[in-house]
């Protein structure tokens, strides 16, 4: 066995190609097996092995530099993570500076690695340095405005930067847009057809037909090492390779949730419920209204879109690529010419969008209602993933009513009101997938904008639990009961606007109002009502994260170090009586 | 005269060539008239005169739909704004949908027209209807992320699209990108040239090379009207065509100053002195230093850089042309290097790189440094233009140091720590152009993160002016002491913290906490302050903009409806006491 006397990228330099040969099924074999205790990134990964291991054979890394787009590609340095069980968690999923000296950045959403790479490049001809640099990006991510921005950028610099097209002719589901008929004309001309984005951007160009030979990418990368200008090595790797289950189906085995190997069976099957209820809504929404449409961003799997589901949902549905600037503008000009759309994504990718939501939408109040996933700190815990930056980034943007249902009842009767109406820009803040029914009486309209639920009338206290977080205001009012306190109940409703006359009102019989959001605190929801009642003297109490880059993070401990439980908060409450 | 007699598209369609040549006469010589006594936007605007009549000849407006990318081309339905002296303030200067019933948005940052057109046209099909959509884009713009990524997306579409390129081979500045050298072939070839973006993106293609003769765009735009899937047209214009000094100095005329017909030459010429200060800092800082880099995303007026300071600073500058994303990740790359990069633009187009501010630039913690141009509510008053949401969007980033100098000297202290240093990532909000010089002592290093400076000690009320608005602390101060109160006042120099120490001291003394700030209050600088505050007894008072989208907006109504004169602060104050 090799791979576990290999330390460093010396090691393998002389390698023989049947040696070559060899690490490449070891490693194949260490990394199904963590997948299928582990789950993780797994299509991508099995496509790239033996451009890795010919990358490590012709450049000296880390003096030579490798910028990975997304990055779970990337295992350098890592191998006992992929080795032994128990250092399976040992490492992040992406590439991170702190974890291996070959790793250039923290990265995990699409599109950055060109930008990057020529921000190293200029670098390096600044203080006349020579190494190589490389980015290194697949053709689903090629589609984000970042890439190509970055690719612009890259065909006017005039020194070494090598980019690493990986074309596997797949995003995390199929590709869409028009460049992937030019990238198949590529594939099926071997590389020789005019229909070229990348001489279109004034970039060299080499072409590898079988990118899973490692012997035809060591020759064409001797031939680019040290090359005096910016050069696109497009290589075709089958996605999933070495993997009969990942080979066959590609999208299914993007990323992977623990799974038997024989079978390919994963472990404990999970649907995000509100995944799940957001597409039925649009199934019958698309029946029902001949302009309704669905726009995805290459994450159907946020709502649950399967491929028969999105052929059910045909014309009303459209998948732009990796692209949510796009997604976003576009559905300010389907609502401008009078169709219905939603945007479903992960809270983290719409940060993408912010400029596309406060001008092509909310500057002209398009109708378009936006979906945003997993905005919780009980979602996703890389540091790159996360998706609680999204109440100061998307409520503090004028006309856009950013809503909050606290239970499935709730949002549903939120999809039924947003997406039909043709008044505001929505958004909804989708509950993370823990958050149960509720028997509360659902509001069906939320046209009468900023007014809150007051689900309980008490005295003293009021409690405003925000979206998923109402439960804890319920949880922490049981917890104030004991102590002979009947805390006011309120579930807000709108995150981006005050109900003002309630908070008024309030001041008759309460001494402090407390608010709870799953979210950073600065710039949230929280402060404004601190605000609103700054020079009065009704006190305020504001619950949530700190503003703080977190990784990989435990729930619990998470919650106890911010004060989110239901007995922490309680205690602060009686603490300010 | 033919203006003064068109009402609507219909007026126009049957002119014979000559009519036509003579209207496009008329049209400049108002166009020219104006701009010389009320400034704007100048050099596209004259080069596109011959497309716009073409356009309306041939589709018909509005039921074919025209969307303008920036838009300040856009003049239809705004003959008296442009004939008559006493209406010339009437219109806004871009598309608008209240202006004219022939614009489809409110539009003004770039790259968004093909995005939104391919959300009309996806409308369009569900609904069944026919009419043509036609997206206008100049060459300039199709570097954004954003436009790319429209363009990806039309080339999947199977339905009506017409792309309107318009290529005068410049952006504000001179062009920079690959794409550029694929487009001079284009130009070069009679549009034969295989290095075509638009159809490597998978789009079909047609060539006009003089875009300024109406007659040739005619026989094109009959042949693509009505056609059932998407086409780029693309036209080469000549930028300012019809005005000596515009056609020669493509540059300074893209917007002009008001100016004498005969001599070309600004009535007012105005410089910010604070572009001025960053130029001549740039100018020095490449001298002393190989790793100081300026970056400009085709802004370099932001800073006054001249195309001679431009080439002084030769290797130390970038310009990556409408591609805000690529110029702050690249930013980050340059810092992971070594080098010193300082990326400046205007805030509202800040708004395209959240994404890269938090992901590429803050969770790597690179030090790269942001120069936040007319940040303020004395700066741009377009509602696409306004620069004054910056606060919550940029300073709930973690990581990112957000600065507030209060004066040139503050502000030239920030600069000299800021880029050079390699610990934070910085943004500095530089002040608008009416914030003068101070004797005040200047604090030399930033490093002890979120201290403030109390540049005087009073007591009862305590005084928190941001940035631009300390001077407004100052002179609501000086009021206050008319009423026997000695405020303390405070410069926080630090936007994305608080000084937690201060502001506990403060209780000692103090009864009341202002803050003032130059933007949005709502997930701004002062909330935090009220939060700080929220369960003591200790009264906080927030001044600031109303969360709302503001247009052409008189500066001082603005202030007064939102209480920003320092009498106003003066009266709250006391009425709060």
Same mark, same amino acid.
């Given at each position: 066995?090799?791979?576990?006397?290999?330390?460093?990228?010396?090691?393998?330099?002389?390698?023989?190609?049947?040696?070559?040969?060899?690490?490449?099924?070891?490693?194949?074999?260490?990394?199904?097996?963590?997948?299928?205790?582990?789950?993780?990134?797994?299509?991508?990964?099995?496509?790239?092995?033996?451009?890795?291991?010919?990358?490590?054979?012709?450049?000296?890394?880390?003096?030579?530099?490798?910028?990975?787009?997304?990055?779970?590609?990337?295992?350098?340095?890592?191998?006992?993570?992929?080795?032994?069980?128990?250092?399976?968690?040992?490492?992040?999923?992406?590439?991170?500076?702190?974890?291996?000296?070959?790793?250039?950045?923290?990265?995990?959403?699409?599109?950055?690695?060109?930008?990057?790479?020529?921000?190293?490049?200029?670098?390096?001809?600044?203080?006349?340095?020579?190494?190589?640099?490389?980015?290194?990006?697949?053709?689903?991510?090629?589609?984000?405005?970042?890439?190509?921005?970055?690719?612009?950028?890259?065909?006017?610099?005039?020194?070494?930067?090598?980019?690493?097209?990986?074309?596997?002719?797949?995003?995390?589901?199929?590709?869409?847009?028009?460049?992937?008929?030019?990238?198949?004309?590529?594939?099926?001309?071997?590389?020789?057809? /005019?229909?070229?984005?990348?001489?279109? +951007? &004034?970039?060299?160009?080499?072409?590898?037909?079988?990118?899973?030979?490692? /012997?035809?990418?060591?020759?064409?990368?001797?031939?680019?090492?040290?090359?005096?200008?910016?050069?696109?090595?497009?290589?075709?790797?089958?996605?999933?390779? &070495?993997?009969?289950?990942?080979?066959?189906?590609?999208?299914?085995?993007?990323?992977?949730?623990?799974?038997?190997?024989?079978?390919?069976?994963?472990?404990?099957?999970?649907?995000?419920?509100?995944?799940?209820?957001?597409?039925?809504?649009?199934?019958?929404?698309?029946?029902?209204?001949?302009?309704?449409?669905?726009?995805?961003?290459?994450?159907?799997?946020?709502?649950?879109?399967?491929?028969?589901?999105?052929?059910?949902? &045909?014309?009303?549905?459209?998948?732009?690529?990796?692209?949510?600037?796009?997604?976003?503008?576009?559905?300010?000009?389907?609502?401008?010419?009078?169709?219905?759309?939603?945007?479903?994504?992960?809270?983290?990718?719409?940060?993408?969008?912010?400029?596309?939501?406060?001008?092509?939408?909310?500057?002209?109040?398009?109708?378009?209602?936006?979906?945003?996933?997993?905005?919780?700190?009980?979602?996703?815990?890389?540091?790159?993933?996360?998706?609680?930056?999204?109440?100061? +980034?998307?409520?503090?943007?004028?006309?856009?009513?950013?809503?909050?249902?606290?239970?499935?009842?709730?949002?549903?009767?939120?999809?039924?009101?947003?997406?039909?109406?043709?008044?505001?820009?929505?958004?909804?803040?989708?509950?993370?997938?823990?958050?149960?029914?509720?028997?509360?009486?659902?509001?069906?309209?939320?046209?009468?904008?900023?007014?809150?639920?007051?689900?309980?009338?008490?005295?003293?206290?009021?409690?405003?639990?925000?979206?998923?977080?109402?439960?804890?205001?319920?949880?922490?009012?049981?917890?104030?009961?004991?102590?002979?306190?009947?805390?006011?109940?309120?579930?807000?409703?709108?995150?981006?606007?005050?109900?003002?006359?309630?908070?008024?009102?309030?001041?008759?019989?309460?001494?402090?109002?407390?608010?709870?959001?799953?979210?950073?605190?600065?710039?949230?929801?929280?402060?404004?009502?601190?605000?609103?009642?700054?020079?009065?003297?009704?006190?305020?109490?504001?619950?949530?994260?700190?503003?703080?880059?977190?990784?990989?993070?435990?729930?619990?401990?998470?919650?106890?170090?911010?004060?989110?439980?239901?007995?922490?908060?309680?205690?602060?409450?009686?603490?300010?009586?």
């Amino acid at each position: 066995m090799y791979l576990e006397k290999i330390n460093s990228p010396e090691d393998i330099k002389n390698f023989t190609a049947q040696q070559r040969e060899e690490l490449a099924a070891e490693m194949r074999a260490a990394m199904l097996k963590r997948a299928s205790v582990h789950g993780g990134h797994f299509g991508p990964d099995f496509g790239i092995v033996e451009a890795v291991i010919a990358l490590h054979t012709v450049f000296d890394s880390p003096k030579d530099k490798f910028v990975f787009d997304i990055s779970h590609q990337a295992l350098t340095g890592r191998k006992d993570a992929y080795l032994y069980a128990e250092h399976y968690d040992d490492v992040s999923g992406y590439t991170n500076p702190e974890e291996s000296e070959h790793d250039m950045f923290n990265v995990g959403h699409t599109s950055t690695s060109i930008s990057l790479a020529t921000g190293l490049a200029k670098a390096r001809d600044l203080k006349g340095d020579k190494e190589n640099i490389i980015a290194i990006i697949g053709d689903g991510s090629m589609s984000g405005g970042e890439a190509l921005e970055g690719l612009d950028t890259a065909g006017e610099m005039d020194s070494n930067l090598i980019i690493l097209f990986n074309d596997n002719d797949m995003s995390i589901a199929e590709v869409h847009g028009g460049m992937y008929k030019g990238f198949k004309e590529l594939r099926d001309t071997n590389g020789k057809s /005019e229909r070229n984005l990348f001489k279109a +951007m &004034g970039l060299d160009y080499r072409f590898v037909a079988d990118g899973n030979d490692a /012997e035809a990418l060591i020759a064409v990368f001797d031939e680019v090492k040290d090359i005096d200008h910016p050069v696109v090595v497009h290589i075709v790797t089958q996605k999933g390779k &070495g993997y009969k289950f990942a080979e066959e189906n590609k999208e299914d085995w993007h990323w992977h949730m623990p799974f038997d190997i024989e079978t390919g069976e994963v472990k404990q099957p999970m649907v995000d419920p509100y995944a799940e209820q957001t597409a039925k809504t649009f199934l019958q929404m698309a029946k029902d209204d001949e302009k309704f449409i669905a726009i995805s961003a290459a994450t159907p799997s946020s709502m649950n879109l399967t491929p028969a589901r999105r052929q059910e949902l &045909g014309n009303h549905y459209i998948d732009v690529g990796i692209a949510e600037e796009q997604a976003v503008a576009m559905a300010s000009g389907l609502a401008r010419n009078g169709a219905h759309p939603v945007f479903g994504d992960y809270a983290s990718f719409f940060q993408r969008t912010y400029d596309q939501l406060a001008q092509d939408v909310c500057v002209n109040n398009s109708p378009a209602t936006f979906l945003v996933f997993w905005a919780s700190m009980y979602g996703m815990n890389d540091v790159t993933h996360l998706g609680f930056y999204d109440i100061p +980034m998307m409520s503090n943007i004028p006309n856009l009513v950013y809503l909050a249902p606290t239970s499935p009842e709730e949002y549903q009767a939120m999809l039924d009101w947003a997406i039909p109406q043709e008044k505001y820009p929505v958004a909804i803040r989708v509950p993370h997938m823990m958050v149960g029914s509720s028997n509360r009486p659902v509001r069906k309209s939320y046209d009468e904008l900023n007014k809150y639920e007051v689900v309980k009338e008490g005295s003293r206290v009021a409690i405003i639990g925000l979206g998923n977080f109402y439960n804890l205001a319920e949880d922490a009012a049981v917890k104030l009961k004991e102590h002979g306190i009947e805390a006011t109940l309120i579930n807000p409703l709108f995150i981006s606007g005050q109900d003002k006359d309630l908070l008024e009102k309030l001041k008759a019989n309460h001494e402090l109002v407390v608010t709870l959001e799953d979210g950073i605190l600065d710039g949230g929801f929280g402060e404004k009502i601190a605000r609103f009642y700054g020079a009065d003297k009704m006190k305020v109490l504001n619950f949530g994260l700190a503003k703080k880059f977190y990784d990989r993070y435990d729930y619990e401990a998470l919650a106890k170090e911010n004060h989110l439980t239901a007995v922490q908060v309680a205690e602060d409450i009686l603490a300010n009586l």
